[in-house]
């Protein structure tokens, strides 16, 4: 069967798969930005919100980690043409979703990394006259990041790989495109490997990435 | 929003035969804990032996347990799955290969459960690796002073701690591996994810169809959290791990 392999396919299916990794990483910054946004958002509510706005991030959190990413994905595809009343892209839903799926995982860390930043911190702020959000703004979330850096990072690869379920919406991601053309030149499982090996070089060159990013961050503390 | 709720349809019948939408929903929950049940049985068994390889004094045992972990861990589990599925009876020899691809019974199943299972396995191993390195350093050294050979220092005084110091992770695994499970619908595993989508186009009911698939998922996943905290109480050693009473 190694021999039957052909790999003369892959150059000019090329361009093709390159717009759907664009796609890919696309939906991965759109998600990271949006969710590590929100997720900060929801952080600060369940560490400094009053009870009302606590208790409802605490359930948007628990409520998304809770449920398989995949029927998220048909909830939000399903579900927000029924109140927009007008269809939806699969590409724009998927952007809706993982970011606010992802805002559930980074608020977790953001909410580790804002406990991390001790409370004198905070209360030397206050007595410097800072208010609430300058001193969050200025002392804690600078502090928060770089603490959390490297996990922020690896939560980021994991999102990487998860939008290949966009595939459930047929979205055209990179795997999606590597399976069209896959059948468009009848060589299927030339594609399959291929794209294997796609995700492996970019997810296992940034984890590299994170280490290194580690170690640097380590000793500078 | 003008939306006709019907919470009756489950038990409509099936347009196709004389099933209810009950009957479909009853199935697919039994092949996502069939799957998940399996795949965590695989993921245990390897996970704990690569993650105890990967502390191994041998550069090779440790090698093998990184390409093993790096492997899994860096590709997508859905793109696994295509390669187990479409890719793997490929390269298998010609008898077997046309075995897999014609005649083997419950192929989603088995291709679903080994895959989940190995995609896991990397995972359990890095948490099964940081258990057995967490502990102190003396552990070991008393355990090869008092004439232990190393695998009696791994199954009488390493592994008994890591196993019990890893089991909140696991935990998460574990709910992990039932969410993950529902990436099966793919390669046309008739599990939760697959009915769900397949109530919603026959039905046209997306509210019910996405709830019962969405509940019971959230159930499993607690029941699983529920068993593994037993466990972790039940196997607790007195006065060791924090917080114990």
Redesign the interface.
């Known amino acids: 069967?190694?021999g039957q392999l052909d790999f003369s396919v892959i150059a000019p299916g090329l361009p093709f798969i390159w717009e759907g990794l664009l796609f890919s990483l696309k939906l991965t910054v759109v998600a990271m930005v949006g969710g590590i946004f929100l997720g900060t958002l929801l952080a600060l509510a369940r560490i400094s919100g009053g009870p009302a706005l606590a208790a409802f991030a605490t359930a948007y959190v628990n409520t998304m980690r809770?449920?398989?990413?995949?029927?998220v994905i048909?909830?939000f595809f399903?579900?927000i043409p029924?109140?927009t009343?007008a269809p939806m892209g699969a590409e724009k839903s998927a952007l809706i979703t993982f970011t606010a799926f992802e805002a559930a995982y980074y608020s977790e860390i953001m909410r580790a990394g804002i406990q991390s930043v001790s409370k004198g911190q905070v209360n030397a702020g206050y007595a410097l006259g800072m208010t609430y959000w300058q001193s969050m703004k200025i002392v804690v979330l600078p502090q928060a990041f770089r603490n959390m850096l490297p996990v922020l990072l690896t939560q980021t690869i994991i999102l990487f790989?998860?939008t290949?379920?966009v595939?459930?919406i047929g979205a055209k991601d990179l795997?999606k495109a590597a399976?069209i053309t896959g059948k468009n030149y009848n060589r299927?499982?030339e594609m399959?490997?291929f794209?294997?090996l796609v995700?492996?070089a970019i997810?296992?060159g940034l984890?590299m990435l994170v280490k290194h990013l580690q170690k640097r961050i380590a000793i500078v503390r | 929003?003008n939306?006709h709720w019907n919470w009756h349809v489950y038990l409509d019948q099936v347009s196709a035969g004389d099933e209810r939408y009950l009957d479909w929903i009853i199935s697919a929950l039994g092949w996502t804990i069939a799957v998940s049940m399996s795949a965590w049985l695989i993921a245990l068994t390897l996970g704990a032996l690569i993650g105890t390889l990967r502390t191994a004094p041998n550069r090779w045992l440790v090698a093998i347990g990184n390409v093993w972990v790096?492997?899994f861990?860096?590709?997508?589990?859905?793109?696994?799955l295509?390669?187990w599925f479409?890719?793997v009876p490929?390269?298998l020899p010609a008898e077997l290969?046309r075995w897999v691809k014609q005649d083997m019974p419950a192929k989603e199943f088995f291709t679903a459960a080994i895959c989940l299972g190995l995609f896991t396995s990397a995972r359990v191993a890095e948490q099964v690796r940081a258990g057995i390195q967490s502990l102190p350093r003396g552990q070991k050294m008393a355990s090869l002073a008092m004439g232990f050979t190393l695998p009696q220092t791994y199954r009488y005084v390493l592994l008994p701690m890591a196993f019990r110091i890893v089991i909140p992770p696991l935990t998460s695994e574990f709910?992990n591996i039932?969410?993950?499970s529902?990436?099966a619908?793919?390669i046309g595993l008739m599990e939760l994810?697959f009915i769900?989508?397949q109530m919603?186009e026959e039905s046209g009911q997306?509210f019910e169809s996405?709830l019962a698939?969405?509940l019971l998922?959230?159930i499993c996943?607690?029941s699983a959290n529920r068993v593994m905290t037993y466990i972790e109480k039940r196997t607790r050693v007195p006065g060791y791990i924090a917080g114990a009473k």
């Open positions: 069967m190694l809770s449920i398989p990413l995949l029927m048909l909830w399903f579900l029924l109140f009343g790989q998860d290949s379920l595939y459930a795997l399976e299927p499982i399959y490997l794209v294997a995700y492996f997810c296992f984890s | 929003m939306y790096e492997g861990r860096n590709v997508p589990l859905l793109v696994q295509f390669l479409f890719v490929e390269f290969s709910m039932i969410k993950n529902s990436v619908f793919a994810t769900s989508r919603i997306v996405l698939a969405t998922y959230t996943a607690f």
